[in-house]
């Protein structure tokens, strides 16, 4: 299913598209070929002009929590489970450090995901794909042909969990890389889960024994200096459909979160992870845990470097499971807001709309 072509004074969107999809470069590409002004894909809407060239006029920051002092006796535990739950439900996002994975590897997952992005062309070529079946793939914006603008960024995308994830799958020049990553990864989000449950004032396991670690969706995102950056995002607004995304960026900035009715930067911390609470989160929280806007500007300076891990099923993964508010959580004053899904169903959803500032994908399963 096509959207209609754009017609404008002989301007046909679609094959413009369609030329750029071909080349297989990517923004990258485009960046290397010496392009100083941007193609028309890219050039958002004129009312966002205005608001995409400010960073925030604030010194708000999203929390800090320190998980160094989580398995010492006494009170920091719980400490750290307040700050959890003040962030869940009035952030949806917030940093961690102190969470135990050396900065090495952290530093060679980015520069595995530069290095994907930055290899011959002719190697990286083989990986570009739109089949989202795929486990893993490069493409740029992945929903391109439906977006009203083209996001500034390419985008490698590996499906890593459940598995049986292949590790010759996963592009050489960043494998053993991704499969170290992955392994602390999962820790992590086993760690965070236990919090959040705990947050909730549920049982320690209780999100893990509803699976909500068993699908792990990495995203090697890569933003190009931008010769226009006034015109186009490096990533539009949106919110993450999964339970909880562990998001790792290089020391460039540009991302920002929307809270209190501004958007604020999320300034890098050298080694921290950025944990960003997803729409399945909201979902099965009632509300209670809130998962919030986002976006990455398009800059100058560049590349900038992050890498995203999404704790969701994809869309091959049928996921047997129903979700809805969990049990524990709702009573007769707060009864159920969220009627019982699918996973998949929301992923595919994601898949099929544009991304957008209205963007809470939720509304499709309020009761
Ligand atoms: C994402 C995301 C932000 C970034 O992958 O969903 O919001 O900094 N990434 O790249
Ligand atoms: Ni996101």
């Known amino acids: 299913m096509m959207e209609a072509v754009h017609e404008d004074g002989g301007y046909d969107r679609n094959k413009e598209l369609k030329l750029f999809d071909e080349t297989k470069a990517g923004v990258k590409g485009l960046v290397d070929a010496g392009l100083t002004k941007l193609p028309k894909i890219f050039v958002h809407d004129n009312h966002k002009v205005n608001v995409s060239s400010f960073s925030s006029a604030t ?35 917030f940093h961690v450090v102190n969470h135990d994975i050396p900065q090495c590897v952290l530093d060679e997952m980015l520069d595995g995901v530069r290095r994907f992005h930055e290899q011959d062309a002719e190697v990286k070529r083989e990986f570009y794909s739109r089949d989202i079946t795929k486990r893993v793939f490069y493409n740029t914006h992945f929903n391109f042909y439906k977006a009203s603008e083209v996001n500034w960024r390419d985008t490698l995308s590996c499906l890593l969990a459940p598995g049986p994830l292949d590790p010759h799958q996963l592009p050489c020049i960043c494998r053993d890389v991704t499969i170290k990553y992955l392994d602390h990864v999962k820790k992590l989000a086993l760690t965070l889960l236990e919090l959040f449950s705990e947050a909730l004032g549920l049982e ?79 979902l099965i929280t009632n509300d209670k845990f809130i998962s919030v806007k986002h976006r990455v500007l398009a800059q100058k300076v560049g590349p900038r470097v992050s890498v995203s891990c999404s704790l969701r099923q994809h869309v091959q993964d049928e996921c047997l499971r129903m979700y809805g508010p969990i049990k524990e959580l709702v009573t007769k004053e707060n009864p159920p807001i969220y009627k019982e899904m699918k996973m998949s169903d929301l992923v595919k959803l994601a898949y099929t709309k544009e991304l957008d500032d209205d963007v809470s994908l939720l509304k499709h399963f309020r009761i």
């Open 59 to 93: 010194n708000v920051t999203i929390p800090v929590i320190d998980l160094g002092s989580l398995h010492e006796e006494g009170n920091s535990r719980h400490e750290i489970i307040q700050k959890v739950k003040d962030a869940g439900e009035n952030w949806g996002f």
């Open 204 to 282: 320690r396991s209780y999100l893990k024994d509803i699976d909500c670690a068993k699908g792990i969706f990495m995203l090697g995102h890569y933003y190009p200096p931008c010769p226009e950056p006034e015109l186009t995002w490096g990533l539009s607004s949106h919110t993450d459909v999964g339970f909880v995304t562990i998001l790792l960026q290089d020391l460039v900035g540009g991302l920002q979160v929307f809270y209190e009715n501004q958007w604020i930067d999320v300034t890098p911390i050298p080694g921290a992870f950025i944990i960003n609470l997803g729409n399945m989160m909201q």
